[in-house]
């Protein structure tokens, strides 16, 4: 089993430690017998009780206050789930998951509180103090990739563009744009959500890497579509290898078991 975790675009180098606790735990609860999808979901989780990360606890506040938060999970099997703008819950990748069992792909706003509060998902309230002691108002999404050796899983979790509008909604719900998992490979994406989801960034990674580029080629071109002052990092992995970069500082780990 492969897996890989980040911090989002912008998170400090030094938060490695948040993720390679992520990926730690993610790998020790599957060696246990977790599913890989729940070992992804356990990874996002970790980050987003993590307050130095922008997503759950530490998610950004929009212009009014209030944190709404985003969050996907997709396995290779086709499977995907998403959240948008939910408020009031501690981990919406757990949402996102339960999602996957579901009918639905995405839920939003009211509709995604109400499924979320049906399956005992944990609350927490959105207007919550952020008690950091950093600004961290560049900090991006966190996200976790992994392969069992059959199986793909990516996962993301936002708390969205600091200071933005409510209802605003980045890459990482929309399918195709923050993450995609397919046969031959995973990938998760963070930065400016605008700018990912018009580039549909995931899923043209993921063809990338059904060509069989390596994944290193496959970071280094997928990099060069955004320019330096356009926020944006990705970690993937595929039968064969994984990368992991951004265009300025981005937290994150790889661990292999
Ligand atoms: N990349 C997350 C967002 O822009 O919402």
Redesign the pocket.
Known sequence: MIILTHGGAGSHNEQYTGTDLAAQEAVSAWEKGASLTDAVCIAVSILEDNPHFNAGIGSHARSDGTSQM?AAIMESSGQFGAVACLENFKNPVCVARKLLDSPYNLLCGRGAEEFAKAHDCEPYPSNAPKNTGVDFSLE??VGCVAYDGLKFVAGLS?G??HQSLPGRV???PLFGC?LYAGLKGAVAC?????A?TLRMTAFRAWQLIEKGIPAETVLEEVLSWFDKDTAFGIILVTETGYAGGANRSMAWSSLEA
Do not use: K, R
């Open positions: 985003d991006d999404t936002s969205g563009t980045g890459d990482v923050g963070t930065g400016s959500g605008e990912i």
